[in-house]
């Protein structure tokens, strides 16, 4: 026995047992604090990571619609309904630019998504064409930013406030489609009650619209570049009819035989119906005393055009493109 034990009571042998006991307890207190903190922190992460994945497959789902989209307005409608499904959301709307300089704006849509249980012809109604700064899509446009409207009825700059009342919406966001740093669209929701802006939420729907801004830009550029290359291939084309109608009348091809090259060629080349030269009826004197221009070929009629094989000069378009020698249309 240990020597400071000799002699000792009762009293002193309860002490030191209840202060081992309460020793015990706070130490068991402290691990199941420590246990409840770990599973609530293992429960965040779960319910976390849950969140991300589910965020990232909704953003693969949009990346691939947006691929195999064969329109941007396909995409749009498509990106709507799926934003609005993911977050809950009762109805959507994509405004598009329109127009070059200060003649551009932003034009409503026919791309529209709505919940089965609303009906939202009164907030369409109200849904018209706007300038920078005007109402929700005019307000995200102008700063190229997200903008929140917890609560429309407060908000003085929400001019559809009757007709989305009338569909039972109150409150309102709106995200930019970029391209680069130009906004080429704009996104708004709507739901049927005011509620304070949700910073991930309007983070997750601005990466959408980023997906969707790269598609503008790829179908854009596409557009330009095919623009481009009909339009070369057209001057090719204009090029080497001129230098086969050169060849021929330079090997002393009879007029006939060239003015017939020439109505093919054109009518080829244009996409015309019909095609027709005429030369002046006397073709020795001054050029500003021709009345009438001869028919000399046609192509595509199966015989000359009512009242041939003559057109007159004055008030007619051909005889408009004789005398001013520019095309006519």
């Not at 789902?61 to 941007?72: G, L, M, P, Q, R």
């Not at 026919?110 to 005007?134: C, F, H, M, N, V």
């Not at 790829?218 to 204009?238: F, I, K, V």
Request: include cysteine; charge should be negative; proline fraction near 5%.
């Amino acid at each position: 026995m240990d020597d400071s034990e000799i002699g000792s009571g009762p009293a002193d042998l309860v002490r030191r047992l209840t202060e081992d006991v309460e020793l015990l307890g706070r130490r068991l207190a402290r691990e199941r604090e420590n246990r409840r903190e770990a599973e609530q922190i293992a429960e965040r992460t779960l319910r976390d990571l849950y969140q991300k994945q589910h965020e990232v497959a909704f953003l693969s789902a949009i990346a691939t619609k947006a691929n195999n989209a064969d329109s941007v307005s396909e995409v749009l409608a498509a990106a709507l309904e799926d934003m609005c499904r993911f977050t809950d959301w009762s109805a959507a709307h994509a405004y598009i630019a329109v127009g070059d300089g200060e003649e551009r704006r932003m034009r409503p849509t026919g791309i529209w998504y709505r919940d089965p249980g609303i009906e939202i012809s009164p907030l369409r109604a109200t849904t018209t064409t706007l300038a920078k700064g005007q109402c929700l899509p005019g307000r995200v446009w102008e700063s190229g930013e997200p903008v929140w409207l917890e609560d429309l009825a407060s908000s003085r700059h929400f001019h559809r406030l009757d007709g989305a009342q009338r569909c039972g919406l109150r409150t309102a966001f709106g995200v930019p489609v970029l391209v680069g740093s130009e906004v080429m669209a704009v996104l708004e929701f709507f739901g049927p009650i005011p509620i304070p802006e949700d910073s991930d939420l309007v983070g997750l729907i601005c990466q959408a619209g980023t997906q969707l801004g790269r598609v503008i830009e790829r179908e854009d550029g596409r557009t330009r570049l095919l623009s481009s290359y009909a339009q070369t291939r057209a001057r090719q084309s204009w090029i080497e009819a001129t230098r086969d109608i050169a060849t021929e009348l330079l090997r002393g091809a009879e007029p006939g035989e060239a003015f017939r090259l020439i109505a093919q060629r054109a009518q080829n080349l244009s996409g015309a119906d019909m095609a027709l030269v005429a030369v002046p009826a006397d073709a020795e004197g001054p050029m500003a005393d021709v009345t009438e221009l001869l028919v000399s070929e046609t192509v595509g009629w199966d015989r000359p055009p009512a009242g041939g094989p003559s057109l007159p000069v004055a008030n007619s378009a051909i005889g408009t493109a004789f005398t001013s020698r520019t095309p006519c249309r």
